[in-house]
C-alpha cells in the first residue's frame, strides 16, 4: 500500500520518436514514528489522445469495413506522420514524423444538448507524446477532409484534457491518494494496466505526513531606499535558509555570521560561501540532501524562485542551481500566468521539480482568508500568536554592505540578519501546519481530481472540467469541443439589495443554502439536458421551462446607477429556455454526490475529537465537497474556458434572482 502524491509525466521533447512516461511518486506509510520514505513506479507505455468526430453521412457498416482505414491513411498524410512500417523514404520525402500510436473506432455520446441520435461514431487517436498531440491537433482541427464523394470539415474533442486526467481516468487511479502496485516499473497496452496498479477507494487512512523543506533567501540592494533587482550587478543573494519540517535548519550564507549558533535553535547549522555563485549552487545541492517531497515558502513563486533563477543566469549557473530533483536531472522552469475576476492577475514562476511538489503559501492563504495585508508578520500575527524579529529591510541592507566594506562588526549583524532569515522560513512550517495544508491540498486534490500543483497554480475550471471528464469518460459521453454558441456574453448576475446606512440591532442573517447547487439540481440545468428551440418535437410538459424578462440601461430600466454600479453593457427582451426533466444531467448528478458526499463526511465527524487526525482529515474532506459543488456554476459563464455554457449560467443566475426576491417579500411580510 502506497500514497500517491504527486505523477509527473515525463517525455524526451528532442526525440520525436520518444514515449511518454508516468513516474508516480509515492509515499510509504511510515514506521515507528520514523519519516515516510518516497517510492517511485515508472508507468511506460500510456499514450494521450484526442477523438475526430465522424459524420453520420456513413453507416455503422461503412466505417467499420472501409471508411475508417481510408481516413486513418488521409489523417495520417495530413498530420505528416508515418507508420513505422511505411518506406522510411517516402516518409522522409513528405518531411513525415515516425508515429507509434493508435487508431480504435467508438461510438460516445454527446455532452452538449439533447441530441437526436444517442451514439456518435468516433475515431480515437492515441499518440506516444503529448508533444506529438498538440502537434497534430493543430494540423487537423478545422481542417478540410474528403474520403470518397464526401467531404467535411474536421472537428476534435477532448484535446484539451490534461495527460494526467486521461491517465488516472483511463486507470481509474487518484491523483493523490492509496493505491496498490507491486511493481517499480509497470507496462501500459492500450492505455489499460488494471492488473498491476489499482486504488484503494475504501482506504480512508490520513496521508502519510511529507517532509517539507521551506525556503527563504535575503537580498542585498545597492539603493537603500529602492527593493533589489536581480539584473543589477551588486544586488545579490547572500543569504539562504532552508528549514526541515523534522526541525533542521541549515544557513547558507555569503560573509561571516559570528555567534550566529547562540542566537539561534540548536540543531540550526551554518554553512559559509566564499561568493554568490558557490552559494547558489550549494542550495541546489543542499535541496537534494535534504530530501523534501515538499519545497515551500513565502512567495517564493512570485520573488525567491524567479529571484534565484535570474541570479544563477548571470553566474551561468542556471543549469547547475535547476538540479533539484529526486533525479538530478535539469528542470525546467515553468511561468504560470491566468487572470479570473476571484483572482484577479496571476503570475507564478519555478522550477517542475520531478518527484516534489512546490508550495507557495502566499497565494493559497490570500485565496483562502481575508486580511488588510498579507506580508509573513500580519499572517503569522493573526494564526499563530507569533510575530517576526524587527528587522526592515535597510537593516538587511546595511549589514551586507559592512561585509562589503571589511567592516569588522559586520558578523554581528550578519547573524542578526540570518535568525531573521531561518525564522521566516520556519513560520511557512508552523503555518503550513496550523492551517493543515497537506490534508487539505490532498482532500482537494483527490475530490477534484488534479494534481496538488493545480490546486494552486491554476483556477477554478480546470478543477470542474476534471470532474466532468471523469464523469463522462465512465458513462461514455464525449467531452466537446464547445459550441459557438455558448460563449459567455455580458448577463445579469445576483440580486443585490442597496443597504440602507445605519445601526441596526439583533440583525438575524438569512442565507440560502448551497443557492447555486441546489437550483441546478432542482432544474436540471445542465450541457446535457437544454433542448435546443429546433426540437420541436419535445413537449414542455417534459422541460423545466426557465423564462424572464431582461431590462439593462435599456429605455425600460428605470435603475439609477452610479458609475460604480453602472453594468457597462445593455440587454432589453425576453430570454427562454427548457431543459429536460429526466433523466438527470452530468453536473446535476455531480452535484448531488457531492451534496450528499459532504453531508455524509459531516456526520463521520461527529464520531471523532476534534483535536484528532481523523477529524481534520474528514473536516478538509467536506470543505472539499463544499467548494467543488459551489465551483460547479462559475465554469459555465466564461467567455474563455473548458467548458462555457451561457444559457446555463443565465438561467442559473435568473432563478437565483427569483428566489432572493421570494425570500426577501416572506421575510418582509
Known sequence: MKYLYHIDPVEDKDDPEGSLDMHLHTLLPPEDGAEAQRACIVVHGYQPFFYVELPSVFTAEEWRRVRVNELRAKLLEMARLHECTDDPCMACARQSQPWRGTFRPVWKKKLYHVQRRTWHAMLQMCFPTQQQRRMVFYRLHDKVVRVGMQKWTLTLHEAEAPPILQFCTDLALPTTGWIECAHTHVEVRNNSASDQIRALPGQDASP????????????????????????????????????????????????????????????????????????????????????????????????????????????????????????????????????????????????????????????????????????????????????????????????????????????????????????????????????????????????????????????????????????????????????????????????????????????????????????????????????????TDISDDACHVIQWEEHTCCAHDTTAYTPATHPGYTKCGWHRFRFLKSPRGVVPTLLQTLLDARAQTKKQMKAHGKDTTAYQVLDKRQLAYKVSANSMYGAMGVQKGFLPFLPGAMCITAKGRESIQCASKLVQS
Open 208 to 535: 502519510p505526513p511529507p517532509v517539507l523543506v521551506a525556503v527563504d533567501i535575503e537580498v542585498y540592494s545597492h539603493n537603500e531606499k529602492r527593493m533589489p533587482t536581480a539584473d543589477h550587478d551588486e544586488d545579490a543573494v547572500f543569504q539562504i535558509a532552508l528549514v526541515r519540517s523534522t526541525g533542521e535548519g541549515r544557513l547558507l550564507h555569503v560573509g561571516p555570521c559570528r555567534d550566529a549558533n547562540a542566537s539561534t535553535e540548536q540543531n540550526d547549522r551554518f554553512f559559509e560561501f566564499p561568493d554568490e555563485r558557490a552559494l547558489l549552487l550549494g542550495f541546489a545541492a543542499h535541496v537534494r540532501d535534504m530530501g523534501p517531497h515538499v519545497l515551500c515558502g513565502y512567495n517564493i513563486f512570485g520573488f525567491d524562485f524567479p529571484y534565484l533563477m535570474a541570479r544563477a543566469k548571470r553566474w551561468g549557473v542556471d543549469h547547475q542551481i535547476a538540479r533539484l530533483g529526486w533525479s538530478g536531472h535539469v528542470c525546467p522552469v515553468k511561468e504560470v500566468q491566468w487572470s479570473s475576476s476571484a483572482y484577479r492577475n496571476q503570475h507564478f514562476t519555478l522550477w517542475q521539480i520531478d518527484g516534489r511538489i512546490s508550495l507557495d503559501l502566499l497565494p493559497i492563504v490570500r485565496r483562502d482568508y481575508k486580511f488588510s495585508n498579507y506580508r509573513l508578520k500580519t499572517v503569522a500575527t493573526a494564526f499563530l500568536g507569533q510575530t517576526k524579529d524587527p528587522v526592515t529591510p535597510q537593516d538587511i541592507f546595511r549589514a551586507y554592505r559592512k561585509h562589503l566594506q571589511g567592516d569588522a562588526t559586520a558578523a554581528d549583524d550578519l547573524a542578526v540578519i540570518g535568525r531573521y532569515c531561518i525564522q521566516d522560513a520556519r513560520l511557512v512550517l508552523r503555518l503550513c501546519d496550523k492551517l493543515n495544508q497537506w490534508i487539505g491540498l490532498c482532500e482537494m486534490a483527490r475530490i477534484c481530481r488534479v494534481a496538488i500543483p493545480t490546486l494552486f497554480l491554476q483556477g477554478q475550471q480546470i478543477k470542474v472540467y476534471s470532474q466532468i471528464y471523469h464523469h463522462c469518460h465512465a458513462h461514455d459521453i464525449l467531452v466537446q469541443t464547445p459550441p459557438s454558441e455558448n460563449r459567455a456574453t455580458k448577463y445579469a448576475g445576483a440580486t443585490v439589495f442597496p443597504p440602507k446606512p445605519g445601526i441596526y440591532d439583533n440583525v438575524v442573517p438569512f442565507d440560502f443554502a448551497s443557492l447555486y447547487p441546489t437550483t441546478i439540481i432542482a432544474y436540471n440545468i445542465d450541457y446535457s439536458t437544454i433542448v435546443p428551440p429546433s426540437r
